[in-house]
C-alpha cells in the first residue's frame, strides 16, 4: 500500500491536539508526516518541524508559505490537517481546498454559518474532501451504537440526553492564563464559549448515533465566572427532524468531573449509553430485558466497529486511536472509498449553525429557534 502524503498547520510544540492527530495520522502507517507550518512564530515552527523529521526544504514557517511550497511539488501532499486557532480555520481551509489539496479541519470548522456554506460549496466544487475532527464519532464503541441504531436495534429513537461537561476552567483565579481566557474571549472564541467548544461535541455525537438532523432548540447560557465574556455553562434542548427529543448540558465549571461525555440514546424498544471514559463499553437495555454490557473486540459486533477495533478485547483504545479511525476513513476516502460515518464540511456548518441559533436563543431567554443552516433547509 503507497502511502498518502500528510502535512500539518498548527499543531506545534507545547500543543494540546498537535500530538493526537501526529499519533493518529501515522498510527496505521496510512499517512507520512512530509511538511508543516507548526507555529505562528516561523523560526520556531521550522525547528520544531525539523525535530520531527522533516525535511528542511518542507519545514515551513507560515500557511502561506506552505501553500505555495508544496502547490506545485510532484510530491506535494494529500491532506493537510489545520489545528490553528479557531478564527483562522476558515481562511486556511478555503485556501488550500481552492489550490486542490483535500483537508482535515480542527473544530470548529468556521467562525460563520457564512463561512461555513462557502467551505461546503468550495468542496464540492473542487471534489476535494472537507472532513472536520469530530473524532469522538470514530471510537469504535459509537460506531456500533449508530449501526444498532440504523438496523432498528433500539426501535425509532425517541430521546436523546448527552453531555460534555468538565471543571477545568472552574477556579476562577486561574481565569487570566492564557490558555484558558482566549476560549471566552469573543476576539479570538467568536460568539459562544463553552457550547462552541464542547458543546458542539456532544450535538453532532446525537446527530450521528440517532441518524437524524437538529432541527430547532432552545438555550440558556451562563458566564459563572463574571470577568468571561461568553458562557462557561450551558443548556440546550433541541428538536430533530425525525421528532426525536434532545437534552444537551455543557459546562467548564463542573469541578470534579474530569472528561464529562457521555450520550444516553433512548429508543421504542430499547435504549444505549456510550462515556468517553469508559470508551469500550456500550451499554444496551432492551425493553423489559436485562442491561448488557457490549465489549468492544468482541464477537458479533457491527462491521464498522470491529473494522476499526485495534486489539484485543478488555485492552484500552484511547484517544489518540479515535484521532486514528478519522485518519484511516479519510485515507480510504482519498482512495475513492465510500466512508458515511466521516465528519464532512456539511456537519461542520450544521454544527456552526447550531452555535449561532443556541447564542439567539439564549438572549432571548431561550426562544425556540430555527437551527439549520439555509443550505440544508
Known sequence: MTKLKWGMIGGGEGSQIGPAH????????????????LDHRPEIGRE????????????????????????????????????????THFE???????????????????????????????ARDTGKICAVNYCYSAYPMVRQARAMVRNGEIGKVRLVVTNFSHGHHGDATDADNPRVRWRYDPAMAGVSGQFADCGIHALHM?????????????????????????EDDAMVNFRMEGGTVGRLWTSSVAIGRQHGFDIQVFGETGG????????????????????????????????????????????????????????CDLADAIAGHDRDGLPLAADGVRSMAAVHAAVASAKRQGEWVEARPSIFR
Open 22 to 37: 501526529r499519533l493518529g495520522a501515522l498510527a496505521d502507517s496510512r499517512f507520512d508526516f512530509v511538511a508543516g507550518a
Open 48 to 87: 520544531y518541524a525539523t525535530r520531527l523529521g522533516i525535511a528542511d526544504d518542507r519545514a515551513y514557517g507560515g500557511w502561506q508559505e506552505m501553500l505555495e511550497g508544496e502547490r506545485n511539488r510532484d510530491d506535494r501532499i494529500d491532506l493537510v490537517t489545520v489545528a490553528t486557532p479557531n478564527a
Open 92 to 122: 486556511i481551509t478555503k485556501a488550500f481546498l481552492q489550490a486542490g489539496f483535500n483537508v482535515l479541519c480542527e473544530k470548529p470548522m468556521t467562525m460563520t454559518v457564512e463561512e461555513g456554506e462557502e467551505i461546503v460549496r468550495i
Open 206 to 230: 446525537a446527530s450521528f448515533i440517532a441518524d437524524d438532523q437538529v432541527e430547532r432548540l432552545s438555550a440558556d447560557f451562563a458566564s459563572t465566572i463574571p470577568s468571561r465574556e461568553l
Open 272 to 327: 444505549l449509553r456510550w462515556a468517553s471514559e469508559q470508551p469500550n463499553q456500550l451499554i444496551h437495555t432492551p425493553v423489559g430485558g436485562r442491561t448488557q454490557i457490549i465489549e468492544k473486540g468482541e464477537g458479533g459486533l457491527h462491521a464498522d466497529a470491529q473494522r476499526l477495533s485495534r486489539v484485543a478485547i478488555a485492552h484500552p483504545e484511547g484517544f489518540p486511536l479515535a484521532v486514528a479511525n478519522i485518519y
